[in-house]
T-cell receptor, first 113, second 118 residues
């Protein structure tokens, strides 16, 4: 079973603050993803990556940067956080074949005051 | 562009009955993959079942099965003999294509809340 660990689990920041969400997977998966979950919108893809140094733009990338430093680690950066970015954030990785079954982390709840 | 739509916001059923959750999708690709995920009350999201578009047989895993109707771009999730612990939010998702700009991208529907009553 894939292991995807997110940190922190909860974060509170103020408008304009800097936030970094971390994600680590330990099963040699190539693809990693950042999604946000909001009531009425389901899961929306922010950024994803298919390997160290690679970054692909998702469907709702505005206000977010991401960086994949190693195969294991994928970071989501909010450099000027806004209240609209208050959300539940999920990281996921996918299995090595091309069918992309996702394994999710436990989520990070972010509040921007 | 790929799109996934779940029209049922919530469904309530009695325990031990069968429930079907609907999902329709849009894609230009001839080959794609369809998934169902479950989010429990704790927030955990787990993979349930997958259908490969080139397979005619409906996928089945445990008491989950799919009703894949390719001409209608529809992939329904069927849960038989429902249990209280099946109460959760169910998401439909799609990945299209083998190569190109969207390789690896999964798009999710908004989810359907299932409530199973004793």
């Amino acid at each position: 079973e894939a292991a995807v660990t997110q940190s922190p689990r909860n974060k509170v920041t103020v408008t304009g603050g800097n936030v970094t969400l971390s994600c680590r997977q330990t099963n040699s998966h190539n693809y990693m993803y950042w999604y946000r979950q909001d009531t009425g919108h389901g899961l929306r893809l922010i950024h994803y990556s298919y390997g160290a140094g690679n970054l692909q733009i998702g469907d709702v990338p505005d206000g977010y940067k991401a960086t994949r430093t190693t195969q294991e680690d994928f970071f989501l950066l909010l450099e000027l956080a806004s209240p609209s970015q208050t959300s539940l954030y999920f990281c996921a990785s996918s299995d090595p074949d091309w069918k992309n079954t996702l394994y999710f982390g436990a989520g990070t709840r972010l509040s921007v005051l | 562009a790929q799109k996934v739509t779940q029209t049922q916001t919530s469904i309530s059923v009695m325990e031990k009955t069968t429930v079907t959750m609907d999902c329709v999708y849009e894609t230009q690709d001839s080959s794609y993959f369809l998934f169902w995920y479950k989010q429990t009350a704790s927030g955990e999201i787990v993979f349930l079942i997958r259908q490969d578009s080139y397979k005619k047989e409906n996928a089945t895993v445990g008491h989950y099965s799919l009703n894949f109707q390719k001409p209608k771009s529809s992939i329904g999730l069927i849960i038989t003999a429902t249990q209280i612990e099946d109460s959760a939010v169910y998401f439909c998702a799609m990945r299209e294509g083998y190569t190109g700009a969207n390789t690896g991208k999964l798009t999710f529907g908004h989810g359907t809340i299932l409530r199973v009553h004793p």
